[in-house]
């Protein structure tokens, strides 16, 4: 069973030396798909809740799952003020009546 992939969360250590500790992690190196169907969203995308919740208003897109033929399987938002995060469904960001994309 193929494992559906994951962009923008996988991280990697550092591998400088066997003996380092500064514990640093490096970006990972996949990026996001070429032609992602999605269009305006993406990793880091930043998006404003039209009613904020919480005094949440502000979010990034940090995970984005897809499976094998490049279909958005899962989505992660983080609120910025609150550092929460909550899955949601993409198809929800298209709804120009809760959400706009960037920060407003």
């Given at each position: 069973?193929?494992?559906?992939?994951l962009?923008?969360?996988?991280?990697?250590?550092?591998?400088?030396?066997?003996e380092?500790s500064?514990?640093?992690?490096?970006p990972?190196?996949?990026?996001?798909p070429?032609?992602?169907?999605?269009?305006?969203m993406?990793?880091?995308?930043k998006?404003?809740a039209?009613?904020?919740?919480?005094?949440?208003?502000?979010?990034?897109?940090?995970?984005?799952?897809?499976?094998?033929?490049?279909?958005?399987?899962?989505?992660?938002?983080?609120?910025?003020?609150?550092k929460?995060?909550?899955?949601?469904?993409w198809?929800?960001?298209?709804?120009?009546?809760k959400?706009?994309?960037?920060?407003k």
């Open positions: 069973m193929d494992m559906p992939r962009w923008g969360a996988a991280r990697q250590r550092c591998q400088c030396s066997p380092h500064h514990g640093r992690t490096l990972s190196r996949r990026r996001n070429p032609a992602l169907a999605v269009g305006r993406s990793i880091n995308s998006w404003t039209v009613t904020p919740l919480n005094r949440e208003k502000h979010f990034l897109i940090t995970e984005l799952d897809f499976d094998e033929d490049e279909e958005v399987i899962h989505c992660l938002i983080e609120a910025i003020i609150s929460r995060s909550e899955p949601i469904e198809q929800e960001l298209k709804n120009d009546e959400w706009l994309q960037g920060w």
